[in-house]
């Protein structure tokens, strides 16, 4: 029996991990959106909206986003038990973890150095998450369990207590994570006044004077303009007379109407902020959940209340995250995008950002909000406290189906659903290179590094086909080809690495594999596969060939 060494939570089926297909996305012109007219040179546009399966959707993401996303806000299903209009959450406690540790797993690859993960749960699963994730992440990167009052007000028909907070449990790439301070909200600093019109700015009394230790040096008597003699604190004065004269000059420190006291200025611009704390009971600062209908009943006047998303977030709580763990431009991720609290308020706060959603409320509730916020019609939530008036965009992208599909004899073939473009970015996905399809040399569909390629065709290859490839490649390059089928021996060519498709990549993931999703049994099935474009048209046989969709195992 194997010794475990270190402390780890079990559930069943831990052991089983999904070999995840790497999928391509694909763009919708019609369902993207952008604002009419740039509002500022700012304006970001390419934030972007993925519908699909969000496990697959994190994958397809991690090839271009690993190492770059800021900040990650999931807000997953609680696994209640209880049935909501757009989720059934009441999956079997090791489904559960299980699905969440894959999803981790992708999540923190995706995070920059100075990233941070923010994770709301309620007490059915938030103290085993949060075993689970010191292990993803390790327990030096855990920063946080902060409280948060979800509720305005208390359960009095509860049957022992009223559930009044969730858990909003943060997570750093790495140790040592620096949030960003912040002032807070108003209400902490209301006794910074400016009666006399100061051009510093609102201020208060009340700083020390006196030196927090006794020094020779700082004893000595100061001179009101009144004439008054004032004695310095036990311990002498904080500075020296000549500092202490400057910060009369300028104010800082100033005499008492009578000339008799001495008082010191502290500036409110001065307030550099503070740590967060870890308790967030202000309703104001961060909202409550019925906060978060009435945004929504604001945005969607018309609808009925059946109609409404079942458990969004309020703006306030997004504002608040946000603040903490980013800063003007930097990159968000939501991947479990709701009715697109997190897009919303990224957006109106010049972040960029990624949603996936996998329910058709990505269509009826996130894009209509996303459009408002776009216009500058939303008028509610943080928009007023942002200063936001519009503009930005967003691209809607779903996932592709699956590569490889059965043909009628039961075969794992290339999917007639792909066209040429879709075929050589998705074998690029999958063997690791960009996909960057060259406008000049038809061979260079995508790179790995300077002098390395890759060539996808489904075309038979034959060896006069292949000595042209070779050649154009020339030495000190390689090319990996990817076709159909092909003659003669590879080792004549040492410079091409030559595999058939779809036999090369049949063993290497889980084809055909649509869901993954934390909400089984009440999502929709993955969106139908799009129309194949017509035939390419082949080379000559001295130029090897573009692409022929009628693929099979030859």
Not at 40 to 45: A, E, R, W
Not at 103 to 132: C, P, Q
Not at 477 to 488: N, P
Not at 489 to 509: D, F, G, M, Y
């Given at each position: 029996?194997?010794?475990?060494?270190?402390?780890?939570?079990?559930?069943?089926?831990?052991?089983?991990?999904?070999?995840?297909?790497?999928?391509?996305?694909?763009?919708?012109?019609?369902?993207?959106?952008?604002?009419?007219?740039?509002?500022?040179?700012?304006?970001?546009?390419?934030?972007?909206?993925?519908?699909?399966?969000?496990?697959?959707?994190?994958?397809?993401?991690?090839?271009?986003?690993?190492?770059?996303?800021?900040?990650?806000?999931?807000?997953?299903?609680?696994?209640?038990?209880?049935?909501?209009?757009?989720?059934?959450?009441?999956?079997?406690?090791?489904?559960?973890?299980?699905?969440?540790?894959?999803?981790?797993?992708?999540?923190?690859?995706?995070?920059?150095?100075?990233?941070?993960?923010?994770?709301?749960?309620?007490?059915?699963?938030?103290?085993?998450?949060?075993?689970?994730?010191?292990?993803?992440?390790?327990?030096?990167?855990?920063?946080?369990?902060?409280?948060?009052?979800?509720?305005?007000?208390?359960?009095?028909?509860?049957?022992?207590?009223?559930?009044?907070?969730?858990?909003?449990?943060?997570?750093?790439?790495?140790?040592?994570?620096?949030?960003?301070?912040?002032?807070?909200?108003?209400?902490?600093?209301?006794?910074?006044?400016?009666?006399?019109?100061?051009?510093?700015?609102?201020?208060?009394?009340?700083?020390?004077?006196?030196?927090?230790?006794?020094?020779?040096?700082?004893?000595?008597?100061?001179?009101?303009?009144?004439?008054?003699?004032?004695?310095?604190?036990?311990?002498?004065?904080?500075?020296?007379?000549?500092?202490?004269?400057?910060?009369?000059?300028?104010?800082?420190?100033?005499?008492?109407?009578?000339?008799?006291?001495?008082?010191?200025?502290?500036?409110?611009?001065?307030?550099?902020?503070?740590?967060?704390?870890?308790?967030?009971?202000?309703?104001?600062?961060?909202?409550?959940?019925?906060?978060?209908?009435?945004?929504?009943?604001?945005?969607?006047?018309?609808?009925?209340?059946?109609?409404?998303?079942?458990?969004?977030?309020?703006?306030?709580?997004?504002?608040?995250?946000?603040?903490?763990?980013?800063?003007?431009?930097?990159?968000?991720?939501?991947?479990?995008?709701?009715?697109?609290?997190?897009?919303?308020?990224?957006?109106?706060?010049?972040?960029?950002?990624?949603?996936?959603?996998?329910?058709?409320?990505?269509?009826?509730?996130?894009?209509?909000?996303?459009?408002?916020?776009?216009?500058?019609?939303?008028?509610?939530?943080?928009?007023?406290?942002?200063?936001?008036?519009?503009?930005?965009?967003?691209?809607?992208?779903?996932?592709?189906?699956?590569?490889?599909?059965?043909?009628?004899?039961?075969?794992?073939?290339?999917?007639?659903?792909?066209?040429?473009?879709?075929?050589?970015?998705?074998?690029?996905?999958?063997?690791?290179?960009?996909?960057?399809?060259?406008?000049?040399?038809?061979?260079?569909?995508?790179?790995?590094?300077?002098?390395?390629?890759?060539?996808?065709?489904?075309?038979?290859?034959?060896?006069?086909?292949?000595?042209?490839?070779?050649?154009?490649?020339?030495?000190?390059?390689?090319?990996l080809v990817l076709c159909a089928a092909f003659r003669g021996n590879t080792s004549a060519w040492p410079n091409l690495t030559v595999k058939k498709i779809p036999n090369h990549i049949r063993e290497r993931c889980e084809w055909g594999h649509d869901d993954y999703s934390l909400n089984v049994e009440n999502l929709p099935k993955a969106p139908p596969a799009t129309k194949a474009i017509d035939k390419a048209t082949p080379r000559s046989a001295s130029q090897p060939g573009l692409f022929d969709l009628a693929v099979d195992d030859q």
């Amino acid at each position: 029996m194997t010794r475990k060494q270190k402390l780890e939570l079990t559930w069943v089926g831990k052991e089983n991990r999904p070999r995840l297909e790497p999928r391509i996305l694909l763009d919708d012109m019609e369902k993207s959106y952008h604002a009419k007219h740039r509002v500022s040179d700012d304006d970001i546009f390419d934030n972007r909206l993925i519908f699909g399966d969000n496990l697959l959707a994190l994958r397809a993401l991690e090839q271009e986003f690993a190492g770059k996303v800021k900040c990650v806000f999931i807000d997953p299903p609680y696994n209640t038990g209880s049935a909501f209009d757009h989720y059934d959450d009441g999956l079997e406690h090791s489904i559960w973890l299980g699905l969440m540790r894959d999803r981790l797993e992708i999540i923190r690859r995706l995070l920059s150095d100075d990233g941070s993960l923010w994770v709301t749960l309620d007490d059915n699963e938030a103290h085993y998450f949060k075993v689970m994730c010191d292990e993803v992440f390790g327990r030096k990167c855990f920063v946080a369990d902060v409280i948060w009052k979800s509720s305005d007000n208390s359960n009095n028909d509860a049957k022992q207590f009223s559930l009044d907070h969730n858990h909003v449990l943060v997570y750093s790439k790495n140790e040592n994570w620096l949030t960003i301070k912040t002032r807070g909200s108003d209400e902490k600093y209301k006794h910074f006044k400016n009666p006399d019109n100061d051009p510093r700015g609102p201020w208060f009394d009340g700083n020390p004077l006196g030196s927090p230790a006794y020094r020779e040096n700082l004893i000595f008597d100061l001179i009101s303009p009144q004439g008054h003699k004032i004695k310095p604190p036990t311990n002498g004065w904080r500075w020296s007379k000549e500092t202490l004269q400057e910060k009369i000059a300028t104010g800082e420190i100033r005499f008492t109407a009578d000339g008799k006291g001495i008082r010191r200025r502290t500036y409110l611009r001065e307030q550099g902020g503070l740590p967060p704390s870890t308790l967030w009971i202000d309703l104001e600062e961060t909202g409550h959940n019925r906060q978060a209908k009435f945004e929504q009943k604001r945005l969607f006047p018309d609808w009925e209340k059946s109609e409404w998303f079942g458990t969004p977030k309020p703006e306030r709580l997004l504002k608040r995250v946000l603040e903490i763990a980013t800063v003007d431009g930097d990159l968000v991720l939501d991947s479990f995008a709701g009715s697109g609290t997190t897009g919303a308020v990224a957006h109106k706060m010049g972040r960029r950002w990624i949603m996936v959603e996998l329910g058709e409320h990505c269509h009826t509730h996130i894009i209509p909000r996303l459009r408002q916020v776009i216009d500058g019609e939303d008028k509610g939530g943080v928009t007023e406290a942002t200063g936001w008036q519009g503009g930005g965009g967003f691209r809607y992208f779903k996932l592709a189906p699956s590569l490889l599909e059965k043909d009628k004899w039961g075969r794992e073939v290339i999917s007639k659903t792909y066209n040429a473009e879709m075929l050589a970015e998705a074998l690029c996905k999958i063997e690791s290179f960009t996909y960057a399809p060259s406008d000049s040399v038809y061979w260079q569909h995508g790179t790995s590094t300077e002098r390395d390629f890759i060539y996808v065709t489904t075309q038979i290859l034959s060896p006069e086909q292949l000595d042209v490839l070779s050649e154009e490649v020339g030495e000190g390059r390689t090319l990996l080809v990817l076709c159909a089928a092909f003659r003669g021996n590879t080792s004549a060519w040492p410079n091409l690495t030559v595999k058939k498709i779809p036999n090369h990549i049949r063993e290497r993931c889980e084809w055909g594999h649509d869901d993954y999703s934390l909400n089984v049994e009440n999502l929709p099935k993955a969106p139908p596969a799009t129309k194949a474009i017509d035939k390419a048209t082949p080379r000559s046989a001295s130029q090897p060939g573009l692409f022929d969709l009628a693929v099979d195992d030859q």
